[in-house]
């Protein structure tokens, strides 16, 4: 009998899956390997969203929280923006603490936007960085040799020019 994978929605054979009960269902996965990167994502998020709400100083209950995080994680994973959070703590808890905001949709906001902003040219201490190296690409194109005339023409001599 076949199974669908939780995480790739793949058929897999029942026998052949690494089986984990949770809540007392069955769930499926193809391998361990990525029951385990699923188990780690988690992890992530969990300490990313703890940072998050250090640096907020409360537990962030406006969801719209979730949303903006989702999109930078889909742009540069949750370990970059977990890595970002660490290093730069005390600077956005002091950015996000200091000023005063009308509404908490604001403070969200400019939270993100700050992260949205840093995060492009952010490196991490391993050196690793989330922007891919500028490749070169070769491309011929045909030398112009197009030069402008130098002498400016009137209306009247360009409908003679073409008139004739």
């Keep these: ?21 949770v809540g007392g269902k069955n769930t499926y996965y193809c391998n361990e390997d990525e029951y385990n990167e699923i188990l780690r994502n988690k992890e992530l998020k969990d300490e990313a969203y703890s940072y998050i709400y ?10 719209c929280i979730y949303k903006e995080v989702n999109e930078l994680v889909d742009v540069f994973g949750y370990e970059l923006l977990l890595s970002y959070l660490k290093e730069n703590e005390v600077y956005l808890t002091s950015v996000i603490q200091g000023k005063d905001f009308p509404k908490e949709y604001g403070k969200i906001r400019y939270f993100a936007a700050i992260l949205k902003n840093s995060l492009a040219d952010y490196v991490n201490i391993s050196g690793n960085s989330n922007v891919e190296h500028e ?30």
């Excluded at 009998?1 to 009960?21: P, T, Y």
């Excluded at 907020?56 to 406006?62: D, I, L, R």
Aim: hydrophobic share 30%.
């Design 1 to 21: 009998m076949l199974v669908k994978c939780r995480k790739c929605n793949k058929k897999v054979e029942r026998n052949e899956a690494f089986k984990v009960v």
């Design 54 to 63: 250090n640096i907020f100083g409360y537990k962030v209950t406006n969801t």
């Design 135 to 164: 490749k070169c690409i070769e491309y011929d194109l045909p030398e112009v040799k197009y030069k402008r005339k130098k002498k400016r023409r009137n209306l009247s001599d360009i409908e003679a020019e073409v008139g004739d």
